[in-house]
Structure formats: C-alpha cells, structure tokens
C-alpha cells in the first residue's frame, strides 16, 4: 500500500494563481484532513471529510475551498494564491468511527511545500 | 475550546541525557492525547497515544488529568531522537467529537553528540 500520497510535492506559484492540490489514499479511510504546517505555529486544520462527498471547515479555512467526490481522493483548491499560503500542506487521513481505539490514528501524507510569490 | 500548549518550542540535550517534552491541554471531558513524531523533512507519524500506555523507542508518556498534562519522556536520549515533536488531543473516543485532532505547536528536540 502506498498509504496517504500527494501531488505535487513542491510548487511556486504567483500572486493572483490559481492551483488544486491532490491527495489520495488507498487505505479505504472514511475520513480526511488538510492542514497547513507553518513555523512557530504548529498544524492547523483547514477543511476535512468524514466522508465521501462531505466536507467541513477547519480552523482555518479563508482562502481554500476542497471537494471530495471519490473516497479515496481529497482535492484542496487555491483559488487565487496569497503570500500568506506560502506554508506545507498535509493530508492525512483515518478510518471512521465505531471502531477500535486505533481507528484514532491519522496517517499523513509527506506533504506539499508551496510558495507564493 | 480544546487547546494543547507546548511550552517550549526547541529543547537541546546530550545524547545519554534525559529528556521531558512538555505538553499541557485544556478540554472539558476527557480528552484523547497523542504525540506524533515528524522526522526531519519527513511525514508526521504517530509515536504513541495515552490509550494504549506503551513505551515506543523507548518514550513513554502518562495523562495526568489533575494537572491536564501528557509530558512525553525518555530517560537516554539517542542523535536519533532529534526531530520535531507534537502533542495533539481528540476527543474522547467513545463520543461523536473525535474525528478532529487539535495539535499544540512543536518542539524542536535537538540530542548533539
């Protein structure tokens, strides 16, 4: 299993650009999350799914906009790229409730390092 | 509101020394505390979670609910070890709000030679 994957990997983009972030996982996980890794301040929630064609907003979601059409595919959208999302974005994922307590576990992605300039 | 507070963002140590990460968390319940591990320029994974109370490379870390604390520990810190440490809460598994992690901001653990 190639777990939690995302494309691209590393992206420059300019003020004003748009772009669409692809993550996917092939561990059958109900559940999906964005975040953004930025120094001094940790991971923060932007958007997750709990499921096929849901999705919520996280901590902080101005700014970005996702879809969820296929379980096995989260897409996180910028649609007109700012220098404060010059950040890593990770996906992560996990199976769904009802579980186990290792059903708690969110496996991540390796991330996606974008600059906007 | 759920918050989790890493007091220090960097702790440097000796490799052989003993080391105490820091994690405090306010929740009304109780609260499900994990701690993930991100290696340098790798993906975050998880070390260990309260749950389980195990020992992973030989870290271990207890839920303290009356002081609301989860310190990860390690008695001989390895080169190893160096990585970015986050302490992350959810909660508790048996209700319906634990789909959501909420993560405290890092610390950087250095262990020099």
């Known amino acids: 299993n190639a777990g939690v994957t995302q494309t691209p990997k590393f992206r420059v983009l300019k003020t004003g650009q748009s772009m669409t972030l692809l993550c996917a996982q092939d561990?059958?996980?109900?559940?999906m999350y964005w975040y953004r890794q930025d120094p001094g301040m940790g991971l923060r929630l932007i958007h997750y799914?709990?499921?096929?064609?849901?999705?919520a907003k996280g901590e902080v979601p101005d700014g970005y906009n996702v879809s969820r059409l296929k379980k096995q595919n989260f897409l996180l959208g910028l649609e007109s790229a700012a220098p404060s999302q010059t950040s890593v974005y990770f996906c992560a994922s996990r199976r769904g409730s009802g579980g186990p307590h290792s059903y708690n576990e969110q496996f991540f992605g390796p991330g996606t390092r974008l600059t906007v300039l | 509101a759920q918050r989790v507070t890493q007091p220090e963002k960097l702790l440097s140590v000796f490799k052989g020394a003993p080391v105490e990460l820091k994690c405090n968390y306010s929740?009304?319940?109780?609260?499900?505390l994990f701690w993930y591990v991100q290696y340098s320029r790798q993906r975050l994974q998880l070390l260990l979670r309260h749950i389980s109370r195990e020992s992973i490379k030989g870290f271990t870390a207890d839920l303290n609910k009356g002081e609301t604390s989860f310190h990860l520990k390690k008695p001989f810190a390895q080169e190893e070890d160096s990585a970015m440490y986050y302490c992350?809460?959810?909660?508790?598994?048996?209700?319906?709000?634990?789909?959501?992690?909420?993560f405290g901001k890092g610390t950087l653990l250095t262990v020099n030679p």
């Open positions: 992350a809460l959810s909660g508790p598994f048996s209700g319906g709000s634990n789909y959501k992690l909420t």
């Open positions: 561990m059958n996980h109900e559940y």
């Open positions: 799914s709990v499921g096929e064609g849901t999705t």
């Open positions: 929740y009304s319940g109780s609260p499900e």
